[in-house]
């Protein structure tokens, strides 16, 4: 079951309801969505990808005034908490992996209204590599 909508600047996408067969295991998310910064030695086209398009914000006290604010907490509640490894929450939605720079996550830069902030991996909004 699907549905394709479009965007306002006319860009379409799609709503995918998928039913498998056998149930996917939490460990087999990671090899099909990601809510890190990739390594930047690694693959840095896909680094500099997702730290220019799949940062969330800035927000919260980096940026009270952003419009996913309100009563001063984020409506799309980030930044997410660190995760060593994805998990099923308890509505039976993944809680993808956000690892610290401790657990091997990596963290970036990026230019915000003229001033650089540092980001880490719990910023980030999941994407397929």
Request: a neutral charge; aromatic letters at 10%; one cysteine or more.
């Amino acid at each position: 079951m699907y549905t394709i909508e479009w965007q306002k600047r006319g860009l379409p996408h799609a709503h995918i309801l998928i039913w498998l067969k056998d149930s996917l295991h939490v460990h087999r998310v990671d090899d099909f969505i990601s809510a890190e910064i990739p390594n930047p030695q690694e693959d840095p086209d896909l680094f500099c990808i997702v730290t220019k398009q799949m940062v969330h914000g800035p927000c919260g006290s980096i940026n009270p005034r952003s419009p996913c604010m309100k009563d001063g907490i984020c409506t799309k509640r980030y930044p997410r908490h660190f995760l060593k490894e994805t998990q099923t929450g308890q509505d039976g939605y993944p809680l993808y992996r956000h690892r610290s720079s401790q657990d091997g996550g990596f963290t970036a830069n990026i230019n915000f209204r003229g001033s650089e902030v540092s980001v880490d991996n719990t910023w980030i909004v999941p994407y397929c590599p």
